[in-house]
C-alpha cells in the first residue's frame, strides 16, 4: 500500500515539473491550477491505495470518482484557452460539476464507509467454519427478551477420533444449518466454542423450535442435547446461559445413565 501511495505520489509529481514552466498568462490562476491538480493527485493516490480493500464497495468507488471529476474540471477552469468550450456547457451539467460532484462525492464516501464498517464488524463476530455467529455475537443481540437454547452434539470428541476433524467439521457445518432454517427475524445462531451452540428466540419460542428442528437434525444422524432458558433479557444473558448450560448437562447426564444402563440391562 505504501509504495502504490509513494508511487501515484510521485507520477503526479512528475507531471506536475512541466506545468510550473508554462507561462502564467496561460491560466487565470496557475496557484489555482497547482492547488487541483495536487489535490486530484491525492485523490488518486487514496483510490489507488483503498481499491484492494474497498473494491467491492462501488458507493465508495464512486464517490472518489466524483471527487476527481470536481478536481478536474476545476484545473480545467482555470486554463484560459478552454474558457469558452467551458461556457458552452449547459447550465444544469456545470452546476453539477463544479457543485454537485463535491457533495454527492462526499455523501457516497460516507456511505461507502459505513457500509464498510459494518461489513467488517459483521465478519469480525462471524464464525469462519458455519457461517454463524461466533460469541462475540453476544455483545449485540437483537430481541431485548429473548429465550435461549445452549445446544450440545453427543459424542462430537468420539466422532472426532473416529472419522477425523473434516467429519467433524461436515458435522458442525450441518448442524448449524439445521439450525438456521428454523430461526425467524431478530433471531441469531451462535457457535459459542467447539461443539457448543447458542440460539437466541423470540420470547416463548424455545419449545416451538425445538419440535421444528427435530425432524432435520434427525435426519442429518445428529445427536444433540439441549438446555433452555426462556424468557431473558441482555442484563441478565450471563444468569441465561449458565441457566441453559445447567440445564444441558442434566440432558446429557440422563442419556448417559440411559445408556450405561440399556449395556448392563440389555433386556
Known sequence: MVKALSTAVFIGLIFHLPIIK???????SKAGFVVEYLSLT????????????LKKEKLFLFGMMLLGLEKAYGMLHEIIAL??????????VAIFLDDGCALIGVGCLALGVKQTIDHY????????LTGVYNRKALRKIPLKQF??????IDNFKQLNDEHGHNFGDSILKLFSQGLKQ????DEIIIRFGGDEFIVILQSHRAK???VDIEATISALNISYSYGIAENFNRRNLREAINRSDKALYRMKHLKHQQKYSSVLNPN
Open 121 to 128: 464488524e459483521s465478519s469480525q463476530s462471524t464464525d469462519e
Open 83 to 92: 474558457k469558452k468550450t467551458l461556457e458552452s456547457i449547459p447550465v444544469p
Open 22 to 28: 508554462v507561462d502564467s498568462p496561460f491560466f487565470y
Open 147 to 152: 429465550d435461549l437454547v445452549f445446544f450440545d
Open 208 to 210: 416451538s423450535f425445538l
Open 42 to 53: 491525492i485523490i488518486t493516490a487514496i483510490a489507488i491505495c483503498a481499491y484492494p480493500v
Open 182 to 185: 428454523y430461526t425467524q427475524q
